[in-house]
């Protein structure tokens, strides 16, 4: 099951690197495609740094997103549905990074269920 709820950062990691690649940002695209491998490293670390990547996925989807209004605005153009597909699309990239941490079976799986519990007490 772990596997199947790890579609979507690898899916996210192929958005990623078409919008490199669109900007012929070649290392950002290798990047981009290569990060979700570090989720073979079975440790809380490497489910961590995968998070953080996405994170900042979102953060660029959000800035592109805001760069592109702008530029249609300024010219006139439709930008309405561009801001709703790159927001959907950053939404997803930033929902894929919560995966990680919400799942029970990928908690179990990279360690991830030492969280602290609501009466201070290590799980």
Not at 17 to 35: E, K, M, N, S
Not at 78 to 103: D, E, K, Q
Request: proline share 3%; aromatic share 8%; no cysteine.
């Amino acid at each position: 099951m772990g596997i199947l709820q790890l579609l979507p950062v690898v899916l996210s990691a192929l958005l990623l690197g078409a919008h490199f690649f669109r900007d012929t940002q070649i290392p950002l695209v290798v990047l981009a495609l290569a990060f979700p491998a570090i989720l073979f490293i079975i440790r809380a670390w490497a489910a961590r740094i995968v998070q953080i990547i996405l994170v900042l996925g979102a953060l660029e989807w959000v800035r592109t997103l805001l760069d592109l209004v702008v530029e249609r605005r300024t010219f006139g153009l439709p930008w309405v549905r561009l801001a709703i597909i790159l927001g959907l699309v950053a939404v997803f990239t930033g929902g894929s990074a919560l995966i990680l941490s919400r799942s029970r079976s990928l908690k179990k799986i990279y360690g991830l269920n030492n969280a602290v519990t609501e009466t201070g007490d290590a799980e």
